[in-house]
Each structure stands twice: as C-alpha cells, then as structure tokens.
C-alpha cells in the first residue's frame, strides 16, 4: 500500500464547480472510501451522491454491512454528482 493521496472528483451540481475531496484506505474492507463528513463540509445541504444516473450507496464491508463512520466507495478517474438542491 502505498501513501499516495486519493481524490474523489464531486461537480456541486448546483453551481457546476468541480471540487476534490480526500479519500481514505479503509483496513478492515480493503477499499478506499471518502467520509460523509468530509463531504457534507465541502457541501453543508448534501442530500445524495451521483455517478449519472445512479445514486451511489454507502460504502459497506465485505459482510454487507454499513461501513462506520458514514461513507461512501471512492471512485477514482470519477467526476460524481454532489446533489445539493434544496428539498
């Protein structure tokens, strides 16, 4: 494993502004995530995450459960869809 630093790509869909968000290695699941938390500073109304017309689902580990903290999969060479409309 190297210590190379992950982004994830998110367009805030509201303004159209591409902005990057940190992404983690997650040990016990084998796989880099980006924390909930860390998006929702990047954007304060976050309602869903999009990969075009999917929405993409909290992260889980390989029993199938909700990996915590809240968090979603990284997708690398990714832009995702930060949904931040109000509701």
């Known amino acids: 494993m190297t210590d190379e630093t992950r982004l994830q ?3 805030q869909l509201s303004t159209g502004q591409v902005f990057q968000v940190e992404a983690y ?3 016990d699941s084998r796989q880099h995530i980006v924390l909930w ?9 976050l309602n869903t ?4 017309t999917a929405v993409v689902p909290r992260a889980r ?15 690398p060479d990714k832009v995702l869809d930060a949904d931040d409309s109000e509701k």
């Open 25 to 27: 290695y997650h040990p």
């Open 61 to 75: 580990d390989n029993t199938q459960h909700y990996i915590e903290p809240r968090c979603i999969k990284y997708h």
């Open 37 to 45: 938390d860390d998006l929702t500073q990047a954007f304060p109304r």
């Open 49 to 52: 995450v999009r990969d075009g």
């Open 9 to 11: 790509s998110l367009r």
